[in-house]
């Protein structure tokens, strides 16, 4: 899996729905050749204002984004990191289809290649009950300092990823990537 470029991402939205709601906060890590060669994080200015739920959720306040760089002022840079890789992220249809609305507003197609990690999991170990990424950091005793905030959590899925590098068979572990990759 690791001779492919890849990047571990995750957003923090203002709700769930991507044609309405907003990106707060992205965090990304491009690993090529299993090694970590790039990363960005940073909160946006979402020009709405926060639902109190995502606050509890997040920890992120409007006060937080106040001054904070909107999506159009890191676009190009995240288009950079994320160009010619495999988008990995847990649950990675939520955090594309927000991604693709992003640069949609600015008129630019995104469509990368994807892999779900929540589907990776659900694949190489059917047995566990539950796949969130709570659980996942639990089970493998993963540390992550704050939960539902972007950085932490794509870091999360890079050690999940390195974690079945370590473990599943490489034979097993392609087959299974390669049935599961989507474009």
């Known amino acids: 899996m690791f001779n492919t470029a890849f990047v571990c991402v995750d957003t923090e939205t203002t709700g769930l ?10 965090g990304l890590i491009r690993i090529e050749g299993g090694k ?3 990363r960005f994080h940073t909160l946006l200015d979402p020009e709405v204002t926060l639902p109190e739920i ?3 959720i997040t920890g992120i306040t409007d006060a937080d984004l106040v001054g904070k760089p909107k999506f159009t002022d890191v676009a190009v840079e995240l288009a950079n990191i994320l160009d010619g890789a495999l988008f990995v992220a ?23 290649e994807r892999l779900c990690t929540v589907k990776l999991s659900r694949t190489l170990f059917p047995d566990e009950r539950r796949h969130n990424l709570a659980s996942i ?6 540390s992550a300092e704050k939960r539902h905030r972007a950085f932490d959590d794509a870091q999360v ?9 370590k473990t599943v068979p490489k034979a097993e572990l392609a087959r299974v990537v390669g049935q599961l990759r989507q474009v």
Not at 94 to 107: K, M, N, S, T, V
Not at 137 to 142: A, K, N, V, W
């Open 157 to 165: 899925v890079w050690n999940f990823l390195e974690h079945v590098e």
């Open 137 to 142: 950091i639990e089970r493998y005793g993963f």
């Open 17 to 26: 729905s991507p044609q309405n709601d907003r990106v707060i906060e992205i």
């Open 90 to 112: 847990h649950n990675a249809d939520f955090d594309l289809r927000f991604i693709q609305h992003e640069f949609a507003r600015l008129g630019e197609e995104f469509s990368p």
């Open 54 to 56: 995502i606050t509890q």
């Open 36 to 38: 970590e060669v790039d």
